[in-house]
């Protein structure tokens, strides 16, 4: 099969994880592929070198600049005569190359924000431009059709997550006293830092904590200055930015859990799962498709600050009790999330993707 990709290159985020790992995916199902990818100066498109096409959107170009480059990679993308084109997340960009392509290739735009308004202006041209819609968990459906979507077919696909590295697992506490936890991604206004800062401070905890945060945005120095002002503050560690590969498997598995209070735009985040494959437990927030993956070994509440330092009372006295078990962890997300399940969905789709859509 000939598969156009487009998605968002820049940086290391959920969103960017799952368009390099669908790239990755159909490339090693041995699909001829195009790329287009919206990126900065210094970020690689996904399988570059395994692309019969690569197309570099540059994000901090002026508007007409990019607007040509759009124009080029939609002629590219044509001249390819793709059976199937997706986007991961809905942009403009993707919109006007969905509508230059030909007209037996088949369209699809994933989405992976829970509750989208209908009125949300990049849900306007689906009608038109178009075959389906999938968005990124099953739970994610019933609040679109109950908003009257009706504009393409629906259903729902998987975002990949980056693949768990082999022979890695969540240390075992070992007598340690203190509970060691950490938030990795984007430091952004709906991530709810400011409101776990805040708990942190607040909250009477059974055993010595410690916040390691790791990544960067635009609320970096916001939260410092939050930070600094808190009786938690010798307890909190901005980290930058995490590394990849077996450097993050090991970062990551050093830690007793993982905290993601979100408060609102979120799908299913894909750090959880990857927190699930190596045996980390997570406290995070009952928004968007989190619930779609929590075990027993997650402690899910309402994004509120009363709500946020109950679970982050019973978490730590949880974790310094050893009632998470890493291997039940990791079961379930084999069972649900590991790569082979996510992939038997995407291939049950492109064996026929309007029956898949319509059925």
């Known amino acids: 099969m000939k598969i156009v990709v487009f998605g968002n290159g820049c940086g290391f985020g959920g969103a960017q994880t799952a368009f390099r790992r669908l790239v990755?995916?159909?490339?090693?199902?041995?699909?001829?592929?195009?790329?287009?990818?919206?990126?900065r100066k210094d970020d690689v498109l996904p399988s570059h070198d395994k692309a019969a096409f690569a197309v570099r959107l540059n994000n901090d170009s002026w508007r007409i600049i990019k607007l040509n480059q759009t124009l080029h990679a939609a002629e590219r993308a044509r001249r390819f005569a793709p059976d199937l084109f997706v986007t991961v997340g809905l942009a403009k960009s993707a919109v006007l190359i969905a509508r230059y392509l030909p007209r037996q290739t088949f369209r699809l735009a994933q989405?992976?924000?829970?509750?989208?308004?209908?009125?949300?202006p990049l849900f306007k041209p689906l009608r038109h431009t178009f075959h389906a819609l999938a968005v990124q968990a099953s739970s994610m459906i019933a609040p679109l059709r109950a908003q009257g979507f009706n504009a393409v077919p629906l259903s729902w696909l998987p975002c990949f997550p980056d693949p768990p590295q082999t022979g890695f697992s969540r240390a075992e506490r070992n007598g340690r006293p203190e509970v060691r936890l950490a938030y990795f991604g984007r430091l952004a206004p709906n991530k709810g830092i400011d409101?776990?800062?805040q708990?942190?401070?607040?909250?009477?905890?059974?055993?010595?904590?410690?916040?390691?945060?790791?990544?960067?945005g635009s609320e970096l120095e916001p939260l410092k200055q939050l930070a600094a002002g808190l009786p938690c503050r010798d307890s909190v560690q901005f980290r930058g930015r995490?590394?990849?590969?077996?450097?993050?498997?090991?970062?990551?598995?050093g830690y007793d859990g993982l905290v993601l209070p979100s408060t609102g735009i979120e799908g299913l985040p894909l750090i959880l799962?990857?927190?699930?494959?190596?045996?980390v437990p997570f406290l995070s927030t009952r928004v968007g498709a989190i619930p779609d993956c929590a075990n027993e070994d997650a402690v899910l509440v309402e994004p509120r600050l009363d709500a946020l330092r109950g679970g982050l009372e019973r978490f730590v006295m949880l974790a310094a009790a050893n009632q998470f078990f890493a291997a039940r962890l990791q079961r379930h997300y084999a069972e649900h999330f590991s790569h082979p399940v996510m992939a038997n969905r995407w291939r049950e789709m492109m064996a026929n993707p309007k029956q898949f859509f319509t059925r």
Do not use: Q
């Open 24 to 39: 990755d995916f159909f490339a090693s199902e041995g699909h001829s592929i195009g790329v287009i990818g919206v990126v």
């Open 111 to 120: 989405d992976f924000i829970f509750g989208r308004s209908l009125d949300d």
């Open 195 to 197: 409101l776990l800062l």
């Open 199 to 216: 708990t942190l401070a607040s909250a009477k905890l059974t055993a010595p904590t410690t916040l390691d945060v790791w990544g960067g």
């Open 242 to 253: 995490y590394p990849e590969g077996p450097d993050y498997a090991r970062l990551m598995c």
């Open 273 to 279: 799962l990857e927190a699930m494959a190596y045996g």
